[in-house]
C-alpha cells in the first residue's frame, strides 16, 4: 500500500506540476521572443494585471471544489465598485465607508446565492446566472449608467504602488490567498468542502452540515469577487458599470487549469494562482508582441485547450490502471 | 450473549412514502453482544428500517428505545453521537480525499482553537486500521484503493466512532469469499466486544454462518423473529418470498449445439494474459476466479470495451475484430455489465426508455422512431421477465435491484444477441428475483443463446452452469465439468493452492 500511495504521490506531482510546467513554458518563450518580458517593471505589471482575476478566481475555487459555481461574481465586482466609490463620493462618507459598503455588497450577494442555492435547492449554475443578472442591473440602476469619478487618495491608493514598490493589489492578493490556502487545507471547513464536492450525500451522512459548508464558499466567492471589484475601481480612478463582463469566465479557466475539476471535490489555490498568471502571462506578452488584441482571444482560448488536453492526458494516465482494478 | 435490556428496541414502527406504506408496525430487539441477521426481498422495508434508525428517515409513529431510554434521532448526526453507524450498501467514501481525512470527516480532531490535527488525524485512522488488521495506508487517497480495501475502511470508519450498535447493510456485495472471511472475522470480534449488530444480507449461506437472530421482513412487515436454530434455509426463504421456491438454482437439461464463441490467446492490457477457451450455443459457462484475476476484462474485450493485444476471436467459424461494443452488438454479443447503475443503466429515465435504446437504429423509418413497435417490444419483454414496475414510464432508479437488473437484460433480449455475457448478475439482488433470472438464463440457453456468465458466488456459479472455467491472475487455469465441479475445486484453482 505505502508504495502504491507514493507512486499516486509522484503522480499527482506531475498532475499538479502540469500547471506549473505550462506557467514555465510561456514565461521563457515570451522571454525569448520579448526582451522587455523578462523585466521586474513588466513582472510587476502582469503580476498586478493578474491580480485581479487571481482573486476572483479563488473564491471561484472554492465553490468549484464544492461542487458548485459562482457566475455571479463580474456583476459582483462591478456592484461593489459602484457602491463603494458612490457611498464614499456621492453621499460623501469617505472612503472607509466605502470599501466597507463594497465588501458587504458582495457579502449580500454571496448569501444570497447560498440561501438560493442551500433553502431554494436550486442548481448554482442557474442560481448564480440569476444573481448576474440582478447584480449587473443593480449596478447599471444605481450608477444610470454613467462612471462614478472623484475618488480621492485614500481610495486610489488600493490600486497604486506600495510596500517595495510592489503594488497593493499584489499584497491583496497574497494576503487573501494565504488566508485561503489556510482555510482550505488546515480547517475543518476546507476538508468539507472537498468533501462536499466529492460527495454531498456521504458528507451529509457523515454528520457535516452541508448547507453551512455551501453558504460559507458563497460568501467566500462573494467578498473576493468585491475585493476585486473595488480594486479595479481604484486602478481605474472610477466605478464603470460595464466591468467585470465575462471575468466569471477567466476566473473558471484559472482555476481548471489550475487544476480544479469542475465536477468537484478537487482543485487548490496554489493551482489557481497558476492558472491566473498563465492567463495574465499570455495577455501581457501577447501584448508586448503586439498582437492585436482581437487576436488574442484565440490565442487564449487555444493555450486553455492545450493545457485542459495536457490535464486530462496525465490526468488518464494516472486513473487507468486504478480503474480496472476497480473493475474486477 | 443475550443481555436483559436490549441495546436497541423498536416499537411498533410505521412509516409512508407517498403510494407505499414501507413499514409497518415493526417491533424488534437487538442485543449488546449479537448479531441480527435481517432478511427480506428488495422492498421489503429493511432499509427504510434502517435508514429510520441512522436518522435518515423519519419515522411516522413508533418508539425508538436504546439501552432502555426512549430516544429521537432527526438526523444522522444524531445518531452517530448516540454510538449508531450503518456500513451503507452504496459505498460511502469521498474518493478525492485520503483513508484519513474520509475517517475523520465531521470530527476532525483540532489544535489551537480551529486548525486540523492532520498528525493526529493520520494517527488515529492509522491506530484503527491497524487494530482491524486492515492493510492500508491511512495517507492514501481513497480513489487508488480497489473495491475491497474500501469497502473495509468503510468498516473501520463506522468502527471509529465507538459504535455501540452497527448495521451493515449487503457489506459484502462487492468482497471475494477471502475478503468476506476478514469481514467476518472483524464483526465476530465486534461481537465479543459487546457491540450490537445488524446485518442484512441477501446471501443466505452468510446468514446461517454468522448470525445469532435472524429477523424477517415481506411488504413492510415483520414475518418472524428468532433464534437462528429455529430456521432452515427452506422455511426462511419462504417466509420472505411468502411462495415456495423449490430449487435455489433449478438447472434444466440443455441441448449443447456447435462452437459459437472461440477464444484462442487472448491478451489485452496487464490483466488478461492468455486466455482460450470456447463457447457453444445452448451453453452455459461460468466464469470463475478471485476480483482482479481479469474475468471481467476478458467480457470487456469481447464487447469491445478494451482493446485486444494479442490473440484471435472467432464468431461463428470465422475471425473477427470487435474493436467497439458497436461491433460487438451487431456480430450479436451483448453484455450485462458489472455495475449495473454505473454502466447499465440511464437511472433517471424510464423503463421504457431504458429498454428502447436498443432499439432506436433498428426500429426508426427514415430516422423517425416508430414508437408504436418500440412500446410493444419493451411491453413484452417486461411481462416476460415480470419486472415489477408500476409502469413503463417509472424511473429506474426507483426499481429494486432485482428489477433494475431484469431492465438491463431486457434491452439485451431486445436484440435477440447470439451471445450474452453477465458480469455478476446477481449482485445486490434478492432470493426471489435471483432464481427468477437464474431460471431465464436456462430458458436463453435453451433456447439456443450462448452465455457466459462471471460470478463471486460459487454457489450461483456451480448452481447454473454447465461448465465452468477458472481465471487466475489473467489466465485460465482450469476448465471443469458440471459433475466434477465443486467449492474446494474451484477456490483452489482459483488461488493457486494445492489440495489441502
Known amino acids: 500500500m505505502n508504495q502504491s500511495s507514493s507512486i499516486f504521490r509522484l503522480m499527482s506531482f506531475l498532475r499538479n506540476a502540469s500547471t506549473y510546467l505550462i506557467l514555465l513554458v510561456i514565461l521563457v518563450w515570451f522571454a525569448l521572443l520579448s526582451p522587455e518580458f523578462l523585466t521586474i517593471n513588466n513582472l510587476l505589471t502582469v503580476a498586478l494585471q493578474t491580480s485581479l482575476i487571481a482573486l476572483v478566481a479563488i473564491g471561484m475555487t472554492f465553490t468549484i471544489i464544492s461542487g458548485g459555481i459562482d457566475l455571479s461574481v463580474g456583476s459582483t465586482a462591478a456592484l461593489a465598485g459602484a457602491l463603494a466609490a458612490g457611498v464614499a463620493t456621492r453621499l460623501g462618507l469617505g472612503t472607509v465607508a466605502g470599501l466597507v459598503v463594497g465588501l458587504l455588497s458582495g457579502v449580500v450577494i454571496g448569501f444570497l446565492n447560498g440561501a438560493l442555492i442551500v433553502w431554494g435547492r436550486m442548481p448554482p449554475f442557474v442560481a448564480t446566472l440569476a444573481t448576474m443578472a440582478i447584480g449587473r442591473g443593480l449596478t447599471l440602476v444605481y450608477t444610470q449608467g454613467r462612471p462614478i469619478a472623484g475618488l480621492d487618495k485614500s481610495f486610489t491608493f488600493w490600486g497604486g504602488n506600495g510596500w517595495l514598490g510592489v503594488p497593493v493589489p499584489v499584497w491583496v492578493l497574497a494576503v487573501v490567498a494565504g488566508i485561503a490556502y489556510l482555510i482550505l487545507k488546515q480547517t475543518p471547513l476546507g476538508l468539507r468542502i472537498y468533501a462536499t464536492g466529492g460527495g454531498e450525500e456521504t458528507t451529509r451522512l457523515a454528520g457535516v452540515n452541508v448547507g453551512t459548508v455551501k453558504f460559507s464558499v458563497y460568501l467566500f466567492s462573494g467578498v473576493c469577487a468585491a475585493l476585486s471589484g473595488l480594486i479595479l475601481t481604484a486602478r481605474l480612478w472610477s466605478a464603470q458599470p460595464n466591468v467585470g463582463i465575462g471575468l466569471e469566465l477567466d476566473a473558471i479557466a484559472a482555476a481548471v487549469l489550475g487544476g480544479s475539476s469542475l465536477a468537484g471535490g478537487s482543485g487548490g489555490i496554489a493551482g489557481t494562482l497558476a492558472g491566473a498568471f498563465i492567463i495574465g502571462m499570455i495577455s501581457n506578452g501577447l501584448n508586448l508582441l503586439e498582437v492585436p488584441s482581437y487576436n488574442q482571444q484565440v490565442v487564449k482560448g487555444m493555450v486553455f485547450i492545450l493545457a485542459v488536453m495536457l490535464d486530462y492526458f496525465i490526468k488518464q494516465r494516472r486513473s487507468a490502471p486504478a480503474a480496472t482494478a476497480a473493475e474486477d | ?500
Open chain 2, 1 to 500: 450473549m443475550a443481555e436483559a435490556i436490549p441495546r436497541l428496541k423498536l416499537e411498533h414502527i410505521y412509516k409512508a412514502f407517498p403510494g407505499v406504506q414501507a413499514v409497518q408496525d415493526v417491533s424488534l430487539e437487538v442485543y449488546g453482544g449479537e448479531i441480527l441477521a435481517l432478511v427480506g426481498e428488495n422492498g421489503a422495508g429493511k432499509s427504510t428500517l434502517m435508514n429510520i434508525v441512522n436518522g435518515v428517515v423519519a419515522l411516522d409513529s413508533g418508539r425508538i428505545v436504546l439501552d432502555g431510554q426512549a430516544v429521537q434521532i432527526p438526523s444522522p448526526r444524531r445518531a452517530l453521537e448516540l454510538g449508531i453507524t450503518m456500513i451503507h450498501q452504496e459505498l460511502a467514501l469521498i474518493p478525492e480525499l485520503t483513508v484519513g481525512q474520509n475517517i475523520s470527516l465531521g470530527r476532525e480532531p483540532r489544535r489551537f482553537g480551529g486548525w486540523i490535527n492532520w498528525q493526529q488525524v493520520y494517527r488515529q485512522a492509522q491506530q484503527e486500521l491497524d487494530r482491524l488488521g486492515i492493510q492500508v495506508s491511512a495517507r492514501a487517497r481513497v480513489a487508488d484503493l480497489s473495491i475491497a480495501e474500501r469497502q473495509l475502511v468503510e468498516i473501520a470508519k463506522a468502527l471509529s466512532y465507538q459504535a455501540r450498535l452497527i448495521v451493515l447493510d449487503e457489506p459484502t456485495s462487492s468482497l471475494t469469499s477471502r475478503e468476506t472471511e476478514t469481514l467476518f472475522r472483524l464483526v465476530r470480534t465486534l461481537r465479543q466486544e459487546g457491540v450490537a449488530l445488524i446485518y442484512i444480507s441477501h446471501r443466505l449461506e452468510e446468514v446461517f454462518e454468522l448470525a445469532d437472530r435472524i429477523a424477517v421482513m415481506r411488504d413492510g412487515q415483520l414475518v418472524a423473529q428468532g433464534k437462528v436454530t429455529e430456521f432452515t434455509p427452506n422455511r426462511l426463504v419462504h417466509l420472505m418470498v411468502g411462495r415456495e421456491l423449490n430449487e435455489f438454482f433449478p438447472k434444466s437439461q440443455t441441448q449443447q449445439g456447435e462452437p459459437i464463441l472461440k477464444v484462442v490467446d487472448l491478451q489485452a492490457g496487464k490483466e488478461v494474459r492468455g486466455v482460450s477457451f470456447e463457447l457453444r450455443r445452448g451453453e452455459i459457462v461460468g466464469l470463475a476466479g478471485l476480483v482482479g484475476s481479469g474475468r471481467t476484462n476478458v467480457a470487456r474485450v469481447l464487447f469491445g470495451v478494451e482493446r485486444l493485444k494479442q490473440g484471435a476471436i472467432w464468431f461463428e467459424g470465422k475471425p473477427v475484430h470487435i474493436r467497439s461494443p458497436r461491433d460487438a452488438i451487431r456480430l450479436g454479443i451483448g453484455l450485462v455489465p458489472e455495475d449495473r447503475k454505473a454502466q447499465g443503466l440511464f437511472l433517471k429515465q424510464s423503463v421504457r426508455y431504458n429498454i428502447g435504446t436498443a432499439l432506436l437504429e433498428r426500429l426508426s423509418r427514415l430516422s423517425f422512431l416508430n414508437f408504436r413497435a418500440i412500446n410493444q417490444i419493451v411491453r413484452n419483454l417486461v411481462e416476460r421477465l415480470r419486472v415489477r414496475t408500476p409502469s413503463l414510464n417509472q424511473q429506474v432508479r426507483n426499481l429494486s435491484g432485482g428489477n433494475q437488473q431484469k431492465v438491463v437484460i431486457s434491452r439485451w433480449l431486445a436484440l435477440n444477441p447470439k451471445v450474452l455475457i453477465l458480469d455478476e448478475p446477481t449482485r445486490g439482488v434478492d432470493v426471489g428475483a435471483k432464481a427468477e433470472i437464474h431460471a431465464l438464463m436456462n430458458e436463453l440457453a435453451a433456447q439456443g443463446m450462448a452465455i457466459l456468465m462471471i460470478s463471486s458466488e460459487l454457489p450461483e456459479v456451480l448452481g447454473v452452469s454447465d461448465r465452468i472455467l477458472v481465471m487466475r491472475e489473467g489466465r485460465v487455469v482450469a476448465e471443469l465439468t458440471r459433475a466434477e465441479a465443486t467449492q474446494d475445486r474451484i477456490m483452489q484453482a482459483a488461488t493457486g493452492q494445492i489440495e489441502r
